[in-house]
């Protein structure tokens, strides 16, 4: 009997051995068969490997294992607290930012580790306030969820995110991939429009503006996006493969079923700056509510002229997005990943810069976008002229990414980034929601903690003078001095300080200093 087992198992490998001898399409096989399926094995579990046993808790990316465990624990209301202080080498990193507190201030935050997670944070601007939108508003959240599509996303992710959002009083971005019935479970929305339209073209895939005055009127719409590009792939177009285009995915994007779904790299109805003002302007016209742009940064002279038509008052957009370029939630090739657009810091402080310049920057509302869901990078946002702050993959993290990396193969093993039902069916929205909502919070929470720190008492009053970024441990310069800005540039208006410090001051909470001694003074 042994015997006959061992035979049993034999065979399969010695049918094995003389398939990889004979076949030439890898050497590899035909120099070792049967062993060299172990390199394919350890390359395909590579990533795994590496995130649960090799790589320290610093050392991956695009989210470090420290990184991932605080979304993780905020979102599920854990101890998101470290011990035994930082393992970043703040000693040997260029760059490093460091904010600097004030050592003796007027306020006096509460200590308890639970204090302001439900505390309301607003933008610090009206949102279509200088051009009298009539859908003007001032967002409830600073931090809001990122354009990430249906179709991209699963359903049951999307769902989870728009109820994560309800529960959060914040906004979810739509992506370019329409507007769903997932998005539609009481979540606040901002509607994109990218290159194909989706969801208000025509049968021949063009824009249609009857259909996008009906969606966003449908639908709890607050404000529309113009992606001219994205960090992850700017100047490219996008491919949904016929594959994933089922029955809803067409539906919702207005498109054939089962047939590639191509998005285009350009916009046909606008060229040019001039154009595109004209388009943003008949857009809130018809429709009344705010209109901003969504971009990558390339080449300045997009931002310098598109500044410079904003100048005269008469048209102008009412938000602008940036996404940096180490941002990016869809698949791209490697290459634009790598090396197209520029990373957050940079991209944003020239893009704002054009606008500073010319003294436009109370008349928009600044949103910054890419790696910026956790405290310090939102922070140093903030600093930089950032009103609002965007977050994608931190959010996918709240609702059960865990980091595969397999989101362009169909294949996300927690059915965040995929539209095999076996897989999405894993994905409970309900549960995922609140813990997407309590991320949020206590996003809000910790940089709100971080404000106070500082003295102030908004994440927008933090300016670029408060954060220093050490230059290896020997040196410092302020990020204002990074940046080349003026000393008002990043800073809000005098009226929306006041106005702010005033809605902080009724609603934040306040803690109590111990009791003063007689000495006291």
């Not at 390199?39 to 590496?50: D, F, I, N, S, T």
């Not at 050592?103 to 051009?131: D, F, I, M, N, Q």
């Not at 959060?168 to 339209?197: K, M, V």
């Amino acid at each position: 009997m042994p015997a006959k087992k061992l035979l049993g198992a034999a065979l399969p490998v010695a049918a094995l051995a003389a398939r990889d001898l004979t076949q030439r399409r890898h050497a590899l096989l035909r120099n070792y068969p049967v062993l060299g399926h172990a390199r394919y094995l350890l390359e395909a579990l590579g990533p795994e490997l590496r995130q649960y046993i090799v790589a320290g808790n610093s050392e991956e990316r695009p989210f470090t294992r420290d990184q991932r465990r605080w979304v993780y624990a905020s979102a599920k209301l854990e101890n998101n607290y470290f011990g035994f202080g930082t393992d970043n080498d703040i000693e040997y990193t260029e760059g490093y930012p460091v904010l600097k507190h004030a050592t003796l201030g007027r306020l006096t935050p509460p200590s308890e580790p639970t204090a302001a997670h439900e505390a309301w944070v607003p933008c610090g601007k009206v949102l279509g306030a200088a051009r009298d939108r009539a859908g003007a508003f001032r967002p409830d959240s600073v931090f809001n969820i990122s354009a990430m599509s249906f179709g991209s996303l699963s359903g049951p992710a999307v769902e989870a995110l728009n109820r994560g959002a309800a529960l959060a009083d914040c906004l979810q971005n739509t992506g370019e991939g329409g507007l769903s019935d997932h998005h539609r479970h009481g979540g606040e929305l901002i509607f994109q429009i990218g290159t194909g339209y989706f969801g208000c073209r025509d049968e021949h895939g063009r824009f249609d503006l009857a259909r996008l005055k009906d969606l966003v009127a449908s639908a709890p719409v607050r404000a529309i996006e113009i992606k001219l590009s994205q960090g992850a792939k700017p100047g490219l177009g996008g491919l949904l493969p016929a594959a994933k285009v089922s029955e809803e995915i067409a539906r919702v994007r207005g498109i054939p079923v089962g047939q590639d779904c191509v998005s285009p790299s350009r916009h046909a109805e606008f060229s040019d700056a001039d154009s595109l003002l004209d388009w943003v302007e008949m857009v809130a016209t018809e429709t009344g509510l705010p209109v901003g742009i969504k971009s990558a940064v390339g080449q300045d002279h997009f931002w310098n002229e598109l500044a410079e038509l904003m100048v005269p008052g008469t048209r102008g957009v009412d938000f602008i997005t940036i996404d940096g370029g180490e941002g990016g939630t869809g698949a791209a090739p490697l290459a634009f990943s790598d090396h197209v657009s520029l990373p957050f810091r940079l991209g944003f402080t020239r893009a704002y810069s054009a606008f500073a310049r010319r003294d436009l920057t109370e008349r928009i509302v600044f949103v910054g976008a890419g790696k910026l869901g956790l405290p310090d990078a939102a922070v140093t946002a903030f600093a930089l002229g950032a009103d609002l702050v965007n977050v994608g993959r931190e959010a996918m993290l709240a609702v059960g990414c865990i980091q595969a990396q397999k989101c362009h193969t169909d294949r996300c093993p927690t059915g965040v980034a995929t539209q095999n039902r076996w897989l999405t069916r894993g994905l409970d929205p309900t549960l995922k929601s609140v813990r997407l909502a309590n991320y949020v919070k206590t996003l809000r929470r910790d940089v709100l903690k971080l404000a106070e720190a500082c003295g102030v008492h908004h994440p927008a009053l933090i300016d670029a003078d408060m954060i220093e970024l050490l230059d290896r441990g020997q040196s410092a310069g302020t990020l204002r001095e990074m940046a080349c800005y003026e000393p008002h540039w990043g800073r809000l208006s005098a009226a929306d300080r006041d106005e702010l410090e005033r809605i902080m001051t009724v609603t934040a909470p306040v803690g109590d200093a111990a009791p003063a001694s007689k000495h006291a003074r």
